[in-house]
């Protein structure tokens, strides 16, 4: 059964540093392209990055490029997201969802494109 767990979460100031994971089970993350997202208060959900076996990251979101990265450990079935130099509009829960094979080249703001989700973990920013 296909699941994706998020993880890592949690408050920190800002300026600093966080790395999320997302841990999949019922299919190799290898074989799949693996996107975060995420939704703050009131906003809709974005896209972040997305990693996928056969092509480069995909960065959606222009706030985040030179900050954020994605990357994948194929043994740990995991991926991850390394998040530096926060502010406080990094505030939101971040999702990882699932695609196959390749990342879409777009994303909306519902995340259709994407067909697999975890529960989300909570990233603040403190000022």
């Known amino acids: 059964q296909l699941q994706l767990v998020e993880s890592g979460g949690g408050l920190v100031q800002a300026g600093g540093s966080l790395r999320l994971s997302c841990a999949a089970s019922?299919?190799?993350?290898?074989?799949?392209?693996i996107g975060w997202f995420r939704q703050a208060p009131g906003k809709e959900r974005e896209g972040v990055l997305c990693?996928?076996?056969?092509?480069?990251?995909?960065n959606y979101a222009h706030s985040v490029k030179g900050r954020f990265t994605i990357s994948r450990d194929n043994a740990e079935n995991t991926v991850y997201l390394q998040m530096n130099s926060l502010t406080p509009e990094d505030t939101a829960v971040y999702y990882c969802?699932?695609?196959?094979?390749?990342?879409?080249?777009?994303?909306?703001?519902?995340?259709?494109?994407?067909?697999?989700w975890g529960q989300g973990t909570q990233v603040t920013v403190s000022s």
């Open positions: 969802a699932g695609r196959r094979n390749y990342c879409s080249g777009s994303v909306s703001a519902s995340g259709v494109e994407y067909g697999y």
């Open positions: 019922g299919f190799n993350v290898d074989s799949y392209a």
């Open positions: 990693i996928s076996r056969y092509s480069t990251p995909i």
